[in-house]
T-cell receptor
Framework: SQQGEEDPQALSIQEGENATMNCSYK?????LQWYRQNSGRGLVHLIL?????REKHSGRLRVTLDTSKKSSSLLITASRAADTASYFC????????????FGQGTELSVKP | EAQVTQNPRYLITVTGKKLTVTCSQN?????MSWYRQDPGLGLRQIYY???????DKGDVPEGYKVSRKEKRNFPLILESPSPNQTSLYFC??????????FGSGTRLTVV
């Protein structure tokens, strides 16, 4: 079963705006990861945040993790048309042998 | 370049004809995994391998086999493909930091 649930399912913004995507999960985790997928292509790892971390940055990406609420958010600042893609959160759960459980994803469209 | 290589990228086959999708990684990763991606169902793990000769079932293993005879290769075998195995397949290997590197995908159609 899919643990992560992203919100919103789809998001359309203008270039230069910020995009925020949220992810909720149900069980305890080792870490939470965000991936990007361009249409029909492979997934690209963006960022990993461990269960003892609250916030992490990578370039224009900012990820937060609230383990008490079992939720995470991905913020993309100053978005570009090239950021148009699907974004997935994935959780690495305790005692699951390293298996990643993926959410259904958020489709982001950035209009020039 | 560090990468996971899957072949073929596209495959159309007929029901019952055995096929193998190859996966190779050049990063010396121990953990490798196969996922399938279907509309409305997302990505689901088929099989994984924690090291050479160590494989285990994921969430949707029925109709698939894998082998891990050497660290770099992790082929996915469909002994008797059926139309419900039409899907987009991804191989991935796990880095030391915990993130996954994915292959480019194999789009399989079984008619």
């Amino acid at each position: 079963s899919q643990q992560g649930e992203e919100d919103p399912q789809a998001l359309s913004i203008q270039e230069g705006e910020n995009a925020t995507m949220n992810c909720s999960y149900k069980t305890s985790i080792n870490n939470l990861q965000w991936y990007r997928q361009n249409s029909g292509r492979g997934l690209v790892h963006l960022i990993l945040i461990r269960s003892n971390e609250r916030e992490k940055h990578s370039g224009r990406l900012r990820v937060t993790l609230d383990t008490s609420k079992k939720s995470s958010s991905l913020l993309i600042t100053a978005s570009r048309a090239a950021d148009t893609a699907s974004y997935f959160c994935a959780t690495d759960r305790y005692n699951q042998g390293g298996k990643l459980i993926f959410g259904q994803g958020t489709e982001l469209s950035v209009k020039p | 370049e560090a990468q996971v290589t899957q072949n073929p990228r596209y495959l159309i086959t007929v029901t019952g004809k055995k096929l193998t999708v190859t996966c190779s990684q050049n990063m010396n990763h121990e953990y490798m995994s196969w996922y399938r991606q279907d509309p409305g169902l997302g990505l689901r793990q088929i099989y994984y391998s924690m090291n050479v000769e160590v494989t285990d079932k994921g969430d949707v293993p029925e109709g698939y086999k894998v082998s891990r005879k050497e660290k770099r290769n992790f082929p996915l075998i469909l002994e008797s493909p059926s139309p419900n195995q039409t899907s987009l397949y991804f191989c991935a290997s796990k880095t030391g930091e915990g993130g996954y590197t994915f292959g480019s995908g194999t789009r399989l159609t079984v008619v």
